[in-house]
């Protein structure tokens, strides 16, 4: 009959319906077949035992379908081809030193990259800017002091080479006039006759007047402007506006009241220069010098207050303030080429309702709490519904926060900017961060956030709203807790954070939390983000999505990272999107520790997603979780420090994976495990290259209760065993094939191992080049097995054994082995090239073995004597030294005949 296999009956012809068993949409239940009809087989339907007819008809050999998986899985890369996400992590320069590309061609600034061939580092409109400032202090202002971060920044003073040599400004003009406080009364306010006071000048002058100020201290009680003046000294550095009264020493009040300020410096007990009750107010080239409560300040409806080329230095408390400049109550204030140092609570408020601030070129350094009351303090403070506008800003070595937007909706605008090294004020260790957004909303574009104090973005509340594009986040530092995470997301904020990176924090780059939480992360790289010393899980964790927070994710990578890469933990928290590469996870030998993607109790649905060089659990699904992936990349998964092994995919403790489209590559330890009834679906997915290096080995591995499926699954080259089962667990193989090591260097690498208890479906699969056992199943196995062929089945060479007489024992090479008790269907099975049995059914529990065909080996079919429980018909053995053994004498007999079946 073996001359003319289309002769051989039965035929197998598909069966159109799934049949009550399957649902019609779970793809793990794949099409069977029946004995094809007397018309059918006259038609020339029909397929042998071990093949299986598609949908078209066409006979295809058993675990053909697994090429599928072959084709669709990706390549595992090389190291430096990892660039799906993100580029290759790189040095990262002093926070002064960040480059950003300009707004041009209708684009946002973003980030300066070598990457980039539209971006290069060139001064220019559309190449390269520096982020912040160019300068320490503005101009006619030098710096008084080092300039080395360690040691703090230099206050800025007036510079002498500013003031020329003559003894007024130059300006001309019909309504000049002139002011020299060491002149004697009763002048006139010309050149020769100058007056010697400025408020009587500010009271006589008309309407349009300019003030020039000769050198030396103008002493005024409080003046108000209540017409259009100039008031301008020879330079800040020998004129000085000394203000004498309770109310601020020069302001102008709506009504026509408007004054410009230039070449001097204000000193005074309450604010220097403000705008009041509609009133108009400039600044240019001023030194505030330790004025009280307020350095400069526009309040009111209408108010605008400007500043120019000036600096606000220390502004002394009172009144619980020591603001450096304010906008209140629905103010204007504009600030241009500004430094503010050393001042109290804030370097720059902007509160209520419609006040706003617009700034370039801004520096805001030094800011510290009040000596005595609230110990809060902000480097910018937006809030209560205030809004800035800010570009090229440097916000450096403020204690509290850098940037603080909360309350009322207040609204931040920041492009270029730079906060760096922001530390806790003494006594409120716990309220530090770079940038914090408390029901308000903030937008960024090129944005760099460096060496700060505990996190670097703190953002929540159910209205807080932030947009993040271009940004650095790099390098938090621990507070009194010892953990430092780059960014906090919780109570309800939405952020969208894109074409970022966050490097070098502790215990987290990324911590989400609270339920409605939502963060959407988009060309991202994550890495090197360290685990403090609690021994805690998703300590080190690069993305931690937490409480029922939920994020997105597109073109992200997390690298070099402690403990976990990505991973999600509680119910309602979610991890969705694509594109997604974790690589270069570090585990300790702590419990929890080396997962690349760990999901525990929480559900996430991804596509296109690498796991590369990692140690521990590559992906871990745990505790009633769920994952759904399609196009997944596992390779290189190694043990951590020998305390665990290395595991590819994992779901264990009730967690649930579907996987499609998988690749799960050069895992030592098991590639995919399902423990502690968890549940996993593969489909069109190839595991390969598992290897054991002392620890047990699997391509697959279902145990305690789990559930495994596998449709469409090629597992090559995996020692010790393709895929295994044990106890009261479940082991679904489809459509699949399994080849293992060549037999020119035979290991232990079984084909399907089951024990203690499954419940084992095979169908439609190959198994090719195993070294043992092809298919055991001992000990209360319940086995159904319908078109399956087995190919090549060699010695398993460490079984071999010598008796005690010296007789050489009997080497384990069996295409199927079926022993105890449970149950075993066994329909059409096609078995040559086994070196021993082709199937050993060694005290076989009770089921059927029927229309399967056994070639080339030393036993065909060995069974007990006493076989009435375990029902035998339509099966064929040829070839074979012994094709039928009842005794079951397993001791070799001659070498066989060997004949070959092309299956």
Same mark, same amino acid.
């Given at each position: 009959?073996?001359?003319?296999?289309?002769?051989?009956?039965?035929?197998?012809?598909?069966?159109?319906?799934?049949?009550?068993?399957?649902?019609?949409?779970?793809?793990?239940?794949?099409?069977?077949?029946?004995?094809?009809?007397?018309?059918?087989?006259?038609?020339?339907?029909?397929?042998?035992?071990?093949?299986?007819?598609?949908?078209?008809?066409?006979?295809?050999?058993?675990?053909?379908?697994?090429?599928?998986?072959?084709?669709?899985?990706?390549?595992?890369?090389?190291?430096?081809?990892?660039?799906?996400?993100?580029?290759?992590?790189?040095?990262?320069?002093?926070?002064?030193?960040?480059?950003?590309?300009?707004?041009?061609?209708?684009?946002?600034?973003?980030?300066?990259?070598?990457?980039?061939?539209?971006?290069?580092?060139?001064?220019?409109?559309?190449?390269?800017?520096?982020?912040?400032?160019?300068?320490?202090?503005?101009?006619?202002?030098?710096?008084?002091?080092?300039? @080395? =971060?360690?040691? /703090? %920044? *230099? &206050?800025?003073?007036?510079?002498? $080479?500013?003031?020329?040599?003559?003894?007024?400004?130059? !300006?001309?003009?019909?309504?000049?006039?002139?002011?020299?406080?060491?002149?004697?009364?009763?002048?006139?306010?010309?050149?020769?006759?100058?007056?010697?006071?400025?408020?009587?000048?500010?009271?006589?002058?008309?309407?349009?007047?300019?003030?020039?100020?000769?050198?030396?201290?103008?002493?005024?009680?409080?003046?108000?402007?209540?017409?259009?003046?100039?008031?301008?000294?020879?330079?800040?550095?020998?004129?000085?506006?000394?203000?004498?009264?309770?109310?601020?020493?020069?302001?102008?009040?709506?009504?026509?009241?408007?004054?410009?300020?230039?070449?001097?410096?204000?000193? @005074? =007990?309450?604010? /220097? %220069? *403000? &705008?009041?009750?509609?009133?108009? $107010?400039?600044?240019?080239?001023?030194?505030?010098?330790? !004025?009280?409560?307020?350095?400069?300040?526009?309040?009111?409806?209408?108010?605008?207050?400007?500043?120019?080329?000036?600096?606000?230095?220390?502004?002394?408390?009172?009144?619980?303030?020591?603001?450096?400049?304010?906008?209140?109550?629905?103010?204007?204030?504009?600030?241009?080429?500004?430094?503010?140092?050393?001042?109290?609570?804030?370097?720059?408020?902007?509160?209520?309702?419609?006040?706003?601030?617009?700034?370039?070129?801004?520096?805001?350094?030094?800011?510290?709490?009040?000596?005595?009351?609230?110990?809060?303090?902000?480097?910018?403070?937006?809030?209560?519904?205030?809004?800035?506008?800010?570009?090229?800003? *440097?916000?450096?070595?403020?204690?509290?926060?850098?940037?603080?937007?909360?309350?009322?909706?207040?609204?931040?605008?920041?492009?270029?900017?730079?906060?760096?090294?922001?530390?806790?004020?003494?006594?409120?260790?716990?309220?530090?961060?770079?940038?914090?957004?408390?029901?308000?909303?903030?937008?960024?574009?090129?944005?760099?956030?460096?060496?700060?104090?505990?996190?670097?973005?703190?953002?929540?509340?159910?209205?807080?709203?932030?947009?993040?594009?271009?940004?650095?986040?790099?390098?938090?530092?621990?507070?009194?807790?010892?953990?430092?995470?780059?960014?906090?997301?919780?109570?309800?904020?939405?952020?969208?954070?894109?074409?970022?990176?966050?490097?070098?924090?502790?215990?987290?780059?990324?911590?989400?939390?609270?339920?409605?939480?939502?963060?959407?992360?988009?060309?991202?790289?994550?890495?090197?983000?360290?685990?403090?010393?609690?021994?805690?899980?998703?300590?080190?964790?690069?993305?931690?999505?937490?409480?029922?927070?939920?994020?997105?994710?597109?073109?992200?990578?997390?690298?070099?990272?402690?403990?976990?890469?990505?991973?999600?933990?509680?119910?309602?928290?979610?991890?969705?999107?694509?594109?997604?590469?974790?690589?270069?996870?570090?585990?300790?030998?702590?419990?929890?520790?080396?997962?690349?993607?760990?999901?525990?109790?929480?559900?996430?649905?991804?596509?296109?997603?690498?796991?590369?060089?990692?140690?521990?659990?590559?992906?871990?699904?745990?505790?009633?979780?769920?994952?759904?992936?399609?196009?997944?990349?596992?390779?290189?998964?190694?043990?951590?420090?020998?305390?665990?092994?290395?595991?590819?995919?994992?779901?264990?403790?009730?967690?649930?994976?579907?996987?499609?489209?998988?690749?799960?590559?050069?895992?030592?330890?098991?590639?995919?495990?399902?423990?502690?009834?968890?549940?996993?679906?593969?489909?069109?997915?190839?595991?390969?290259?598992?290897?054991?290096?002392?620890?047990?080995?699997?391509?697959?591995?279902?145990?305690?209760?789990?559930?495994?499926?596998?449709?469409?699954?090629?597992?090559?080259?995996?020692?010790?065993?393709?895929?295994?089962?044990?106890?009261?667990?479940?082991?679904?193989?489809?459509?699949?094939?399994?080849?293992?090591?060549?037999?020119?260097?035979?290991?232990?690498?079984?084909?399907?191992?089951?024990?203690?208890?499954?419940?084992?479906?095979?169908?439609?699969?190959?198994?090719?080049?195993?070294?043992?056992?092809?298919?055991?199943?001992?000990?209360?196995?319940?086995?159904?097995?319908?078109?399956?062929?087995?190919?090549?089945?060699?010695?398993?060479?460490?079984?071999?054994?010598?008796?005690?007489?010296?007789?050489?024992?009997?080497?384990?090479?069996?295409?199927?082995?079926?022993?105890?008790?449970?149950?075993?269907?066994?329909?059409?099975?096609?078995?040559?090239?086994?070196?021993?049995?082709?199937?050993?059914?060694?005290?076989?529990?009770?089921?059927?073995?029927?229309?399967?065909?056994?070639?080339?080996?030393?036993?065909?079919?060995?069974?007990?004597?006493?076989?009435?429980?375990?029902?035998?018909?339509?099966?064929?053995?040829?070839?074979?030294?012994?094709?039928?053994?009842?005794?079951?004498?397993?001791?070799?007999?001659?070498?066989?005949?060997?004949?070959?079946?092309?299956?």
């Amino acid at each position: 009959m073996l001359d003319d296999p289309q002769g051989c009956h039965p035929r197998w012809c598909l069966t159109e319906s799934v049949g009550p068993a399957c649902a019609a949409t779970d793809t793990s239940c794949g099409p069977t077949a029946r004995a094809c009809t007397a018309q059918e087989i006259a038609a020339g339907k029909g397929c042998l035992a071990g093949q299986y007819p598609d949908s078209s008809g066409t006979c295809r050999p058993a675990g053909l379908w697994a090429d599928d998986a072959l084709r669709s899985a990706p390549a595992v890369p090389e190291l430096g081809d990892l660039d799906l996400a993100y580029p290759q992590p790189g040095p990262l320069p002093p926070a002064d030193e960040t480059w950003f590309c300009g707004a041009h061609d209708g684009q946002l600034p973003r980030l300066c990259r070598s990457v980039d061939p539209d971006c290069t580092a060139t001064p220019t409109p559309t190449g390269c800017v520096r982020a912040g400032v160019p300068w320490v202090c503005p101009p006619g202002f030098l710096p008084q002091g080092p300039l @080395s =971060p360690s040691s /703090g %920044l *230099a &206050a800025c003073q007036p510079d002498a $080479a500013d003031c020329g040599s003559a003894p007024y400004p130059t !300006v001309s003009g019909p309504k000049v006039l002139y002011v020299d406080p060491k002149a004697p009364p009763g002048g006139d306010g010309t050149q020769a006759k100058p007056w010697s006071s400025l408020q009587v000048a500010a009271n006589t002058a008309p309407q349009g007047a300019t003030l020039l100020l000769a050198a030396g201290d103008h002493k005024i009680p409080a003046l108000p402007i209540k017409k259009g003046l100039t008031i301008a000294g020879r330079c800040a550095a020998m004129v000085r506006i000394v203000g004498q009264g309770p109310d601020p020493a020069l302001y102008a009040l709506g009504g026509g009241g408007s004054v410009t300020v230039r070449g001097v410096t204000i000193q @005074s =007990p309450k604010p /220097g %220069l *403000a &705008a009041l009750a509609g009133g108009q $107010a400039t600044a240019e080239r001023v030194f505030f010098a330790q !004025v009280g409560e307020i350095g400069a300040v526009a309040h009111g409806p209408g108010s605008h207050l400007e500043l120019r080329q000036s600096v606000v230095d220390g502004t002394q408390a009172v009144n619980v303030l020591g603001l450096g400049a304010a906008a209140q109550a629905g103010a204007a204030l504009e600030l241009y080429e500004v430094r503010l140092r050393g001042n109290l609570r804030a370097g720059v408020q902007v509160r209520d309702q419609a006040s706003k601030l617009t700034a370039q070129r801004l520096r805001i350094d030094g800011t510290r709490p009040l000596p005595t009351g609230p110990d809060d303090c902000t480097g910018l403070l937006v809030e209560l519904g205030g809004t800035a506008v800010i570009d090229a800003a *440097a916000l450096v070595d403020n204690l509290g926060y850098g940037v603080a937007v909360r309350m009322g909706a207040a609204n931040a605008e920041l492009q270029r900017t730079v906060v760096a090294r922001t530390r806790h004020a003494p006594g409120d260790a716990a309220s530090t961060a770079a940038i914090g957004v408390h029901n308000g909303r903030l937008t960024a574009a090129a944005l760099r956030v460096t060496d700060n104090e505990r996190v670097g973005l703190v953002l929540g509340g159910p209205q807080t709203d932030v947009q993040v594009h271009a940004g650095i986040v790099d390098h938090s530092v621990p507070g009194a807790e010892s953990m430092a995470f780059g960014a906090l997301v919780a109570q309800g904020a939405h952020v969208q954070l894109s074409e970022v990176r966050l490097s070098h924090h502790r215990d987290s780059a990324i911590w989400t939390a609270d339920a409605e939480t939502r963060l959407a992360l988009d060309h991202a790289l994550l890495d090197s983000t360290r685990a403090t010393n609690a021994k805690a899980d998703f300590s080190g964790c690069a993305l931690n999505v937490r409480f029922s927070s939920q994020a997105t994710v597109d073109w992200v990578r997390a690298t070099d990272t402690d403990d976990c890469g990505v991973g999600a933990d509680g119910p309602d928290s979610r991890i969705d999107g694509a594109h997604l590469v974790v690589d270069h996870v570090v585990g300790r030998p702590v419990p929890g520790s080396g997962r690349g993607i760990a999901l525990i109790g929480s559900h996430s649905a991804l596509h296109e997603v690498r796991v590369i060089d990692t140690t521990g659990m590559a992906v871990s699904v745990s505790h009633g979780g769920g994952l759904v992936v399609d196009r997944l990349l596992v390779a290189r998964v190694r043990p951590i420090d020998g305390s665990a092994m290395g595991i590819g995919v994992g779901a264990h403790d009730q967690g649930r994976a579907r996987i499609h489209r998988a690749r799960v590559s050069d895992v030592v330890g098991i590639g995919t495990l399902v423990d502690l009834s968890g549940v996993m679906h593969m489909s069109d997915t190839l595991v390969d290259g598992g290897a054991s290096q002392g620890w047990p080995a699997f391509g697959s591995l279902s145990q305690r209760g789990g559930q495994l499926r596998a449709v469409g699954v090629r597992w090559l080259g995996n020692e010790r065993a393709t895929a295994g089962v044990t106890g009261a667990s479940f082991l679904s193989v489809s459509r699949a094939l399994s080849r293992g090591f060549a037999p020119l260097d035979p290991r232990r690498a079984l084909g399907i191992a089951a024990g203690l208890g499954p419940f084992v479906s095979v169908s439609h699969t190959r198994l090719e080049g195993c070294a043992g056992t092809a298919l055991s199943a001992l000990n209360d196995v319940v086995l159904q097995v319908t078109d399956l062929a087995i190919a090549g089945v060699v010695a398993e060479k460490s079984l071999s054994r010598t008796t005690a007489m010296g007789k050489h024992g009997v080497e384990v090479a069996d295409a199927l082995l079926v022993s105890g008790s449970g149950s075993a269907t066994l329909a059409r099975v096609v078995a040559t090239g086994y070196k021993r049995a082709g199937a050993a059914l060694m005290a076989p529990p009770p089921g059927s073995m029927h229309h399967s065909v056994f070639v080339g080996g030393y036993f065909g079919i060995v069974v007990p004597q006493q076989t009435d429980v375990f029902a035998q018909f339509g099966n064929a053995a040829w070839g074979n030294t012994e094709n039928r053994n009842f005794g079951s004498k397993l001791d070799l007999p001659p070498a066989p005949k060997v004949v070959d079946l092309d299956l």
